[in-house]
């Protein structure tokens, strides 16, 4: 299934014409995004700037707002912005519930040098020896975002996905329950894939994995990278940032709305999610937590 929000869409001079698959472009101001070919091919993704009002910011009290996106007409990040772009794996873990699909996320730590206070889906950087363990998982290195996806889940959460089953690990041998049966490439679904703008100041080419994750046991937040770990509906998630009880980044908010769509556990799984950046009314409406950290 494609999900395309319909914001409307117009030519400007610092538009991103997707082309060709697996081709990507970055904006003078914006969010970029890849996409396989045939998927949103000839599609245009614009953002550039706005004027936009100030939107009161509902975050609690002493957690930050995120890297801008905008500003009153200029782009101005509150942290020194790093030209390095590093590859990054978010993994959905989804599972059937009473009341529709349930999604695993965590909420970072506050002394998180990212987002900190932040619920999102377990995650992090590709790290050099994530290209090793997609060689030893997956038979290629060219997996290493997958492994990475694995590794962080573990390493967050302590949970291990395997061939047939999501099993607690070990906290003095990590990843053994993956060396021992490494679950194929196709279980881990990429459904969507997220490139940070120019300004933004730690830079990720993120890819976010669905796996489904029935007969779990309960996630062990780490307490380093992770403050919380638990499953929620994605309903119920965007009802407690609703009432100011969770912070999303717009990543995390713009994939939870297209999550809590879904009517069961196959149907995310069967999910590919168009990205784009906000358009003119969620820049104004939305609260400026979900675009800055100041």
Same mark, same amino acid.
């Given at each position: ?33 890849? !996409? =396989?070919?045939?998927? @949103?091919? +000839?599609?245009?993704? $614009? ?7 100030? &939107? /009161?910011? #509902? ?120 060396? !021992? =049966?490494?679950?194929? @490439?196709? +279980?881990?679904?990429? $459904? ?7 300004? &933004? /100041?730690? #830079? ?91």
């Amino acid at each position: 299934m494609e999900i395309h929000d319909g914001a409307s869409e117009q030519f400007r001079e610092d538009r991103v014409d997707v082309r060709a698959g697996h081709e990507m472009t970055v904006g003078a101001d914006g969010w970029t995004f890849e !996409e =396989a070919s045939g998927t @949103v091919e +000839r599609q245009l993704h $614009v953002f550039g700037e706005r004027d936009r009002s100030v &939107v /009161p910011d #509902r975050a609690r009290d002493g957690v930050a707002r995120i890297h801008g996106l905008q500003g009153t007409g200029s782009s101005v990040a509150s942290v020194p912005v790093s030209d390095e772009m590093r590859q990054a794996a978010s993994l959905i873990g989804v599972r059937d519930g009473s009341d529709g699909p349930e999604v695993l996320v965590i909420e970072r730590t506050l002394d998180h040098r990212f987002l900190p206070g932040y619920v999102a889906f377990p995650g992090g950087a590709v790290d050099l020896a994530d290209g090793p363990l997609a060689e030893r998982w997956f038979g290629d290195e060219d997996e290493a975002v997958r492994a990475a996806a694995l590794r962080e889940l573990a390493e967050e959460v302590g949970l291990a996905v395997t061939r047939e089953a999501v099993v607690a690990v070990d906290r003095d041998h990590l990843l053994a329950p993956i060396h !021992e =049966a490494p679950p194929p @490439v196709a +279980r881990l679904r990429e $459904v969507a894939r997220w490139i940070a703008p120019a300004q &933004v /100041p730690v #830079r990720f080419d993120a890819r976010y994995y669905a796996v489904r994750m029935d007969g779990s046991t309960d996630p062990a937040p780490d307490g380093v990278e992770a403050a919380k770990a638990w499953w929620a509906s994605p309903r119920a998630l965007l009802s407690a940032w609703e009432s100011e009880e969770l912070l999303f980044y717009w990543p995390t908010h713009f994939t939870m709305r297209t999550l809590a769509d879904c009517r069961d556990a196959d149907e995310l799984l069967e999910l590919h999610i168009v990205t784009r950046e906000p358009d003119d009314d969620e820049s104004g409406r939305l609260p400026r937590s979900v675009f800055y950290q100041d």
